[in-house]
């Protein structure tokens, strides 16, 4: 029983990390379309490679966002595939292994109606996978199979063998009971022979098969409908007016008729999950075998759709288990030890197909079996995806298996039970492009999921071929008795009349007289005779025996000691082929690395030559360039030497000019004070002249003399140095404003982080402002004034610094906006610097600090400071 409460199924222990492992193995089958009308969405490309094409109407919906996408499987089987070669590449290595005692799992896949079923079972004339497999097991191991009831299910998922007299008189006690009636179906499809399934030249058998052991076949045959197990194999009541089965395939619920009870699932000792109370049949033949298999295919649940007019309601699962056994050390009988028994089994499952249920318009029953086929294979996609992201990036997420009862069942095969096969079945019309989409993608993740590879059983420590030397000693025996006229078969008259004929003839026993004493007499002596007779004839064939098996035993040890040396031989060159196998693997895969190596070299040398190839173009360019740079460089030195002559040609021309300008201006002006010197000269002598009567005589004038070029450039330029007196120029007052960020405003004072600390006298200092480098709508918001601190290079080199100002106010939108006033300019000079403009006093002074301002008038002050209006 299950262990209550627990939920999760019991750990097996963890595995070796080197065992080798097969990805689950893939197939596709395309159907052929129902009308040549009908628009095909899927081609095939190559053996292993299909392609699907959207609809035209799907195109036309979806703007052509849907591409052609191609997938690629283990094999591809087109429309003209048989089913023969469907079973030669996917069934065939499933039933070698069945035989070699490995197990197998082999399910079809795909939307409905597009030929799961045909598949797996076929049609008259075309047997499907199923049929097929039964054939080629008992045509395998049809001679060596053991009498029936020799092996016995022990109802916890495992094999009992039983004696010869045991199971002689289960025969007998099973022969005497009477047959159960069968059950009626509401079908009146008539059975199909196995003979129609299969062609007999397409009979095939596996010639791998150890003679030594004897088997027994036992099948199973169960459905899932609705998340529950069910037996289709059970006997169940029934009523046999009423029928059993509705039209749909579905069960009558009346007091009349018994509902057959679900299954339950359990765990073995081996932690192998199988369905408890299911019935098991032991099976001798290929036909016995098929017509079980139709029995439970008659209960099994099918109904009309809109898609499939015999569309499978539930997964079905038919279990194939081969017992084996070996014989004993003489050949005769089956080796008695329950731990040599061999048990393994082939999993053939038709799983429903998904649908949806807006193109089926499933109601009532038929939807809620919709909805569980779907959730069952969606919980299968999602174990598959659980188990490839384990294995491709090292994560230990728990698998889903008891989330439905298909996955509980076969968690072992992806655990490392045995192989895994899956064939995709897809029907190419176009209104199943979107489902068929969805399997496609489910079949492309599948194969990245890999399973362990199954170990081979240990092999007995028994010699081979004993079942052969059994079968030769009793030939050889019979041909030996045959020769000395012995019986061969005890049951035989000839012989016995022959032996009788051998002995003394019998005398007449008739008496006539009471007191008769010589009849007697000689009766007792043929008898005596007789006896003797047969004791010599025992002593001889005891002879003969004993020195035939003396005989015999010495063959068996000659035998025993070459198959001993042969097996050694055969030991060491099965180390010898996997050696070879082994370095040929190890060839194979250098040779694979060797021309992966090989292609990238050569990916890499056209890679470089195309290198070189840029690599020269571009110094070839560059060279070019650099000629033309160096042709430009030299021009341009040529046209500086040129513009540096003609400037100082021009500037010597100007000098000159100026200086010849400058000495007649300044003779013009020494003429024209030499003239009112002599007038005023002239007007002195006349006033004095005219002076009081008590002066004297009037002297006349002296005539001054003209001053030379020297003296008058002197006079010239003490002249023009005088300062104008103060009573013919009126005082400038200077303009003395307040700055206006002294005042009570609040002011943001916007410095860039890129802005330069200058240790000047002068710094503008704003009392109450913000200091910010970004300025925000939150600080603009609390403050009425701006200032911008901007900084940029003067002509001269030097840094000039410039206020930026402007007034803040609110828009109608709720922000800040900002509109600049006036610009206050803050300059730095350097005395030992060459002024721009010459100074009427000397021609050195102060280092000056220039204010320019907007929109004040111009005004000079005597401390340096000049404000002028921005043009």
Same mark, same amino acid.
């Given at each position: 029983?299950?262990?209550?409460?627990?939920?999760?199924?019991?750990?097996?222990?963890?595995?070796?990390?080197?065992?080798?492992?097969?990805?689950?193995?893939?197939?596709?089958?395309?159907?052929?379309?129902?009308? $040549?009308?009908?628009?095909?969405?899927?081609?095939?490309?190559?053996?292993?490679?299909?392609?699907?094409?959207?609809?035209?109407?799907?195109?036309?919906? /979806?703007?052509?966002?849907?591409?052609?996408?191609?997938?690629?499987?283990?094999?591809?089987?087109?429309?003209?595939?048989?089913?023969?070669? #469907?079973?030669?590449?996917?069934?065939?290595?499933?039933?070698?292994?069945?035989?070699?005692?490995?197990?197998?799992?082999?399910?079809?896949?795909?939307?409905?109606?597009?030929?799961?079923?045909?598949?797996?079972?076929?049609?008259?004339? $075309?047997?499907?996978?199923?049929?097929?497999?039964?054939?080629?097991?008992?045509?395998?191991?049809?001679?060596?199979?053991?009498? +029936?009831y020799v092996f016995k299910p022990d109802d916890k998922n495992g094999i009992e063998i039983q004696n010869q007299v045991d199971a002689l008189l289960e025969r007998q006690k099973r022969d005497s009971q009477a047959s159960v009636p069968k059950t009626p179906s509401s079908r009146q499809k008539a059975d199909p022979e196995f003979a129609d399934m299969i062609n007999p030249d397409e009979a095939c058998k596996s010639e791998s098969v150890d003679e030594d052991c004897c088997y027994s076949v036992f099948v199973s045959y169960i459905e899932i409908y609705n998340n529950y197990v069910?037996?289709?194999?059970?006997?169940?009541?029934?009523?046999?007016?009423?029928?059993?089965?509705?039209?749909?395939?579905?069960?009558?619920?009346?007091?009349?008729?018994?509902?057959?009870?679900?299954?339950?699932?359990?765990?073995?000792?081996?932690?192998?999950?199988?369905?408890?109370?299911?019935?098991?049949?032991?099976?001798?033949?290929? $036909?016995?075998?098929?017509?079980?298999?139709?029995?439970?295919?008659?209960?099994?649940?099918?109904?009309?759709?809109?898609?499939?007019?015999?569309?499978? %309601?539930?997964?079905?699962?038919?279990?194939?288990? #081969?017992?084996?056994?070996?014989?004993?050390?003489?050949?005769?009988?089956?080796?008695?030890?329950?731990?040599?028994?061999?048990?393994?089994?082939?999993?053939?499952?038709?799983?429903?197909?998904?649908?949806?249920?807006?193109?089926?318009?499933?109601?009532?029953? /038929?939807?809620?079996?919709?909805?569980?086929?779907?959730?069952? &294979?969606?919980?299968?996609?999602?174990?598959?995806?659980?188990?490839?992201? @384990?294995?491709?990036?090292?994560?230990?997420?728990?698998?889903?298996?008891?989330?439905?009862?298909?996955?509980?069942?076969?968690?072992?095969?992806?655990?490392?039970?045995?192989?895994?096969?899956?064939?995709?079945?897809?029907?190419?019309?176009?209104?199943?492009?979107?489902?068929? #989409?969805?399997?496609?993608?489910?079949?492309?993740?599948?194969?990245?999921?890999?399973?362990? /590879?199954?170990?081979?059983?240990?092999?007995?420590? &028994?010699?081979?071929?004993?079942?052969q030397r059994n079968q030769a000693f009793k030939d050889e025996l019979s041909r030996r008795l045959e020769e000395r006229g012995g019986p061969v078969n005890g049951e035989d008259p000839v012989l016995l009349n022959q032996l009788i004929e051998s002995l003394p003839p019998l005398p007449p026993c008739e008496l006539s007289d009471p007191s008769d004493d010589q009849t007697l007499p000689r009766m007792i002596e043929v008898l005596e005779r007789r006896h003797h007779i047969r004791q010599m004839i025992t002593e001889q064939f005891n002879q003969t025996a004993n020195a035939m098996?003396?005989?015999?035993?010495?063959?068996?040890?000659?035998?025993?000691?070459?198959?001993?040396?042969?097996?050694?031989?055969?030991?060491?060159?099965?180390?010898?082929?996997?050696?070879?196998?082994?370095?040929?693997?190890?060839?194979?895969?250098?040779?694979?690395?060797?021309?992966?190596?090989?292609?990238?070299?050569?990916?890499?040398?056209?890679?470089?030559?195309?290198?070189?190839?840029?690599?020269?173009?571009?110094?070839?360019?560059?060279?070019? %360039?650099?000629? +033309?740079?160096?042709?430009?460089?030299?021009?341009?030195? /040529?046209?500086?030497?040129?513009?540096?002559?003609?400037?100082?040609?021009?500037?010597?021309?100007?000098?000159?000019?100026? $200086?010849? %300008?400058? @000495?007649?201006?300044?003779?013009?002006?020494?003429?024209?004070?030499?003239?009112?010197?002599?007038?005023?000269?002239?007007?002195?002598?006349?006033?004095?002249?005219?002076?009081?009567?008590?002066?004297?005589?009037?002297?006349?004038?002296?005539?001054?003399?003209?001053?030379?070029?020297?003296?008058?450039?002197?006079?010239?330029?003490?002249?023009?140095?005088?300062?104008?007196?103060?009573?013919?120029?009126?005082?400038? +007052?200077?303009?003395?404003?307040?700055?206006?960020?002294?005042?009570?405003?609040?002011?943001?004072?916007?410095?860039?982080?890129?802005?330069?600390?200058?240790?000047?006298?002068?710094?503008?200092?704003?009392?109450?402002?913000?200091?910010?480098?970004?300025?925000?709508?939150?600080?603009?918001?609390?403050?009425?004034?701006?200032?911008?601190?901007?900084?940029?290079?003067?002509?001269?080199?030097?840094?000039?610094?410039?206020?930026?100002?402007?007034?803040?106010?609110?828009?109608?939108?709720?922000?800040?906006?900002?509109?600049?006033?006036?610009?206050?300019?803050?300059?730095?000079?350097?005395?030992?610097?060459?002024?721009?403009?010459?100074?009427?006093?000397?021609?050195?002074?102060?280092?000056?600090?220039?204010?320019?301002?907007?929109?004040?008038?111009?005004?000079?002050?005597?401390?340096?400071?000049?404000?002028?209006?921005?043009?």
């Open positions: 029983m299950q262990r209550a409460g627990k939920g999760k199924t019991p750990r097996r222990p963890k595995k070796p990390s080197n065992i080798e492992k097969d990805p689950v193995g893939v197939y596709c089958r395309i159907r052929p379309l129902s009308g $040549e009308d009908e628009e095909c969405c899927v081609e095939m490309i190559s053996s292993s490679t299909i392609q699907l094409h959207a609809p035209d109407g799907l195109k036309a919906n /979806r703007n052509g966002e849907y591409k052609e996408m191609q997938y690629s499987f283990k094999k591809v089987f087109g429309i003209k595939t048989t089913q023969t070669e #469907l079973f030669e590449d996917v069934a065939k290595p499933l039933i070698e292994d069945l035989i070699h005692c490995k197990n197998g799992l082999l399910f079809t896949y795909g939307v409905t109606g597009s030929g799961k079923t045909y598949t797996m079972t076929g049609s008259p004339g $075309e047997g499907g996978l199923l049929p097929r497999s039964l054939d080629m097991l008992f045509n395998s191991i049809g001679p060596f199979q053991a009498k +029936r069910y037996d289709l194999l059970e006997d169940a009541p029934f009523d046999p007016i009423r029928p059993k089965w509705l039209d749909g395939n579905t069960p009558v619920r009346n007091k009349d008729f018994i509902p057959p009870q679900s299954k339950i699932l359990r765990e073995d000792q081996n932690h192998n999950m199988y369905v408890a109370g299911c019935t098991e049949l032991e099976v001798k033949s290929k $036909e016995e075998a098929f017509e079980v298999f139709w029995k439970g295919q008659k209960k099994r649940r099918i109904a009309n759709t809109q898609l499939n007019r015999e569309s499978s %309601r539930s997964h079905s699962v038919f279990t194939v288990k #081969l017992a084996q056994a070996p014989l004993d050390a003489d050949g005769d009988y089956i080796l008695q030890d329950k731990s040599q028994v061999n048990v393994s089994q082939l999993c053939l499952v038709d799983l429903a197909g998904s649908e949806r249920t807006n193109r089926t318009r499933a109601e009532g029953s /038929r939807l809620r079996e919709a909805g569980n086929i779907n959730q069952s &294979l969606m919980t299968l996609r999602t174990c598959m995806e659980v188990l490839r992201e @384990n294995q491709m990036f090292g994560t230990n997420r728990m698998v889903p298996y008891r989330d439905s009862k298909v996955t509980h069942l076969f968690k072992n095969y992806f655990d490392g039970e045995g192989k895994v096969r899956m064939i995709v079945c897809v029907n190419p019309k176009a209104e199943d492009y979107e489902e068929t #989409l969805l399997v496609m993608r489910f079949a492309e993740m599948t194969q990245e999921v890999e399973v362990a /590879r199954p170990v081979d059983r240990p092999i007995y420590g &028994l010699v081979p071929g004993r079942r098996k003396s005989m015999l035993q010495q063959f068996d040890s000659q035998i025993h000691s070459k198959e001993t040396v042969l097996f050694d031989q055969r030991s060491k060159l099965g180390e010898k082929d996997k050696v070879i196998i082994n370095q040929k693997t190890e060839i194979e895969r250098l040779e694979k690395k060797s021309k992966t190596l090989e292609y990238k070299i050569d990916i890499l040398q056209k890679t470089t030559e195309m290198y070189e190839q840029d690599k020269r173009s571009l110094q070839q360019e560059l060279e070019s %360039r650099e000629q +033309r740079l160096q042709k430009e460089l030299a021009e341009r030195r /040529r046209m500086e030497q040129r513009m540096q002559g003609m400037v100082t040609d021009t500037k010597m021309k100007w000098e000159k000019e100026c $200086e010849r %300008r400058v @000495n007649a201006k300044q003779l013009e002006m020494q003429n024209k004070l030499w003239v009112k010197d002599e007038k005023l000269k002239q007007l002195k002598a006349i006033v004095t002249e005219n002076g009081g009567p008590g002066s004297g005589p009037t002297e006349p004038p002296v005539k001054p003399d003209r001053p030379s070029r020297e003296r008058d450039r002197h006079v010239a330029q003490k002249r023009s140095a005088s300062p104008t007196p103060l009573s013919t120029v009126p005082p400038v +007052r200077p303009m003395h404003r307040r700055s206006r960020s002294a005042g009570g405003e609040k002011w943001v004072d916007h410095k860039p982080p890129t802005n330069l600390d200058l240790d000047t006298v002068l710094q503008p200092i704003l009392p109450n402002a913000i200091k910010v480098s970004t300025p925000n709508e939150k600080a603009l918001s609390k403050c009425h004034k701006y200032v911008l601190r901007h900084q940029e290079l003067a002509s001269d080199g030097e840094i000039e610094t410039k206020l930026i100002k402007g007034n803040v106010f609110k828009t109608r939108g709720g922000g800040q906006a900002v509109q600049f006033t006036d610009i206050e300019t803050l300059k730095q000079e350097c005395p030992t610097a060459p002024s721009r403009k010459r100074r009427s006093g000397s021609g050195e002074g102060p280092t000056d600090f220039n204010e320019n301002r907007a929109p004040v008038a111009n005004a000079s002050s005597a401390q340096g400071y000049q404000k002028r209006r921005r043009p």
